[in-house]
């Protein structure tokens, strides 16, 4: 199983990216998927989740409004969209997938049993 991360970068307050992560060997429509971030000297933190048994999706409080999480089971892929990024947005993003779940989707890492590499997120101006 192989969770490949990319889309980070450096953009401004203000600006948008969208990250994308690839999966082999695993199906993400089959499969809660979990987006989690880790800034400089920080702990890695939850960030949204979208459910493996419906397109539900969820969002911690600061990104609501903010990021939206998708899934192409075609493309098997995960993606997502950041709009009005922050400097605090500043971080490495890391796809995670979650084999077990039988429905729904967690916010907690120890939930996910596979994990990308991560893409680095930068926010300045």
Request: glycine residues 12%; contains cysteine.
């Amino acid at each position: 199983v192989q969770l490949q991360a990319s889309g980070g970068g450096s953009v401004q307050p203000g600006g948008s990216l969208r990250l994308s992560c690839a999966a082999s060997g695993f199906a993400v429509g089959y499969h809660a998927m979990g987006w989690f971030r880790q800034a400089p000297g920080k702990e890695r933190e939850w960030v949204s989740c979208i459910n493996n048994n419906n397109n539900n999706t969820h969002y911690e409080d600061f990104a609501k409004g903010r990021f939206t999480i998708t899934r192409d089971n075609a493309k098997n892929s995960v993606y997502l969209q950041m709009n009005n990024l922050k400097p605090e947005d500043t971080a490495v993003y890391y796809c995670a997938g979650d084999p077990d779940l039988p429905r729904g989707c967690s916010s907690y890492m120890i939930s996910y049993d596979y994990w990308g590499q991560g893409t680095l997120v930068t926010v300045s101006s």
